[in-house]
C-alpha cells in the first residue's frame, strides 16, 4: 500500500489574506462606529485593527502560537470594550476577539480549504462560503426581533426599551412581574385558557379532514386532482383579511359568528391545509404494495388504513397537526371577525394590549410563545428524520 503524507495547510499570502480580513473589519466597524456615532470611522477603523491582527497572526506569531494569540487577543478586546462601555463593552468586545481571532487563522492558513473537493475554482469556493453569508444574514435579520424582544421582558419597568441598569446588566434591571401578571391577571388567563380550548379541537378537525383529503388526492383515478388540491389549499394562499371577511359573511348567514364553534370551524379551515400538505409529501414514499398485500389477506379498508397506512404515515399527520396547532394558537385576524368578548383568544388578547393599554406583559406573553413555538418545531424536524427513516430516504 502507498504511504498517505499529511502535509500541513498551506499559509495563504499576505495580498489575499490581508485584504478579506480588512473587508471583514470593515463591515464589523459599521456597527461598531454606528453605535459610537460614526459609522466611517468605524469602517476605517475596523479595516486597519483587522489587516494588523492578520499581519501578527501570519507573519509575526504564526500558527504555533495560535492559542496564546488569541488569548491575548480576547483579553485586549474586553478590556478595552469594557473601558468603553462597561460590561456590555467587555461581552461584544471578548465575542467580536474570539471570532476574529479564528478567522484570522482560518484565512491566513487556508483553512477555508480542509473540508472542501481539492478541485474547486476560487470563484466556486468564493460562492460556497458567500452563500453561507447570504443565509446567515438572512436568518439573523428574521431572528433578531424576537432576540430583542425576549430580553426585555424581564424588564423591570414598565418600558418596551431597554433601561440604563438592563443595559449595564444590573439585577435590579431585572424582574418576573410581566410573568407574574400573564400568569395570574384574569384577562390573560382567559385568554389562554380559550386559546387552549379552541386549538386542540380545532387541530382534530383539520387533521381529520386533511388526513382524509390527502389520501384521497394521492390516488391516481382521482378525476381534476389538481383543481381540487388548489382549493383546499387555497386559505393558505388568500389572504387572511379576505378569508375572515368571507367567513363573517359566510357564518354570520347560519348563526355562529361569535359563537365557540364557529372560531373552531374558522380556525380548522385555516389549518387543513397544512394537514393536506404534510401527509401528502409523506404519501409520496408510501409503498402501495403493502395495502394491496392487505386487501389480498383478507383485510378490509378501514383496517388497511389504520394496521398498515397510518403507522407509517403518523409523522406527518403529526406533523400537520403540529402546524394546525400553531396556526390557531397564533391566529388574530380571523378571530377578530368570528369571534366574541367572551372568546378573545391570546393573540387578541395581545393585540387589544398593544391598540389600548401598551402593556409591557404583552413581551412575557410573546416569549412564551416563541419558547412553545420552538419546542413544537423541534417535534415536527425530529417527526420529519423518522418519517424519512422509515421510507428508507435517510440512513437509520
Request: with cysteine.
Amino acid at each position: 500500500m502507498n504511504d498517505v503524507i499529511l502535509t500541513p495547510v498551506e499559509e495563504k499570502p499576505l495580498s489575499f489574506t490581508l485584504p478579506v480580513l480588512a473587508a471583514a473589519g470593515a463591515f464589523a466597524g459599521i456597527f461598531v462606529g454606528a453605535a459610537n456615532g460614526s459609522s466611517l470611522l468605524g469602517i476605517v477603523a475596523g479595516a486597519i485593527i483587522m489587516a494588523a491582527i492578520g499581519f501578527l497572526a501570519v507573519s509575526v506569531l504564526g500558527e504555533s502560537k495560535e492559542k496564546p494569540a488569541r488569548w491575548g487577543l480576547i483579553a485586549i478586546f474586553a478590556a478595552v470594550g469594557y473601558g468603553l462601555g462597561g460590561l456590555p463593552g467587555l461581552v461584544v468586545g471578548a465575542l467580536f476577539a474570539w471570532f476574529f481571532g479564528w478567522f484570522s487563522y482560518w484565512v491566513g492558513f487556508g483553512r477555508y480549504r480542509e473540508k472542501l473537493v481539492p478541485y474547486l475554482t476560487p470563484g466556486q469556493v468564493l460562492w460556497h462560503y458567500s452563500f453561507r453569508v447570504i443565509c446567515g444574514a438572512i436568518f439573523v435579520f428574521l431572528i433578531t426581533p424576537i432576540l430583542v424582544v425576549m430580553p426585555l421582558s424581564f424588564n423591570a419597568e414598565d418600558f418596551f426599551t431597554f433601561t440604563p441598569e438592563m443595559l449595564r446588566f444590573d439585577p435590579e434591571g431585572y424582574s418576573l412581574k410581566h410573568y407574574r401578571d400573564f400568569l395570574t391577571n384574569p384577562e390573560w388567563t382567559r385568554a389562554v385558557k380559550n386559546s387552549l380550548l379552541i386549538a386542540p379541537v380545532a387541530t382534530l378537525i383539520s387533521v381529520s379532514l386533511g388526513t382524509l383529503a390527502a389520501i384521497g388526492l394521492s390516488q391516481s383515478h382521482v378525476p381534476g386532482k389538481r383543481a381540487i388540491m388548489a382549493i383546499l389549499i387555497s386559505p393558505m394562499i388568500v389572504p387572511l383579511i379576505i378569508s375572515a371577511t368571507g367567513m363573517y359573511f359566510f357564518y354570520s348567514k347560519i348563526g355562529i359568528v361569535g359563537t365557540y364553534w364557529g372560531v373552531v370551524l374558522a380556525h380548522a379551515v385555516l389549518g387543513i391545509p397544512f394537514v393536506i400538505i404534510t401527509v401528502t409529501a409523506t404519501l409520496v414514499g408510501f409503498d402501495r404494495s403493502l395495502t394491496r398485500a392487505a386487501a389480498n389477506m383478507g383485510a378490509d379498508p378501514v383496517t388497511t388504513f389504520f394496521r398498515v397506512q397510518m403507522p407509517l404515515i403518523l409523522p406527518g399527520v403529526i406533523s400537520g397537526g403540529l402546524f394546525a396547532f400553531i396556526t390557531s394558537f397564533d391566529e388574530v385576524v380571523v378571530v377578530l371577525f368570528i369571534g366574541s368578548a367572551e372568546l378573545q383568544t391570546l393573540p387578541w388578547q395581545m393585540f387589544t394590549g398593544l391598540r389600548e393599554q401598551i402593556s409591557p406583559t404583552i413581551l412575557a406573553a410573546a416569549t412564551i410563545l416563541v419558547g412553545i413555538s420552538i419546542l413544537l418545531l423541534s417535534t415536527v424536524e425530529l417527526l420529519r428524520r423518522r418519517s424519512e427513516r422509515l421510507r428508507g430516504m435517510s440512513p437509520g
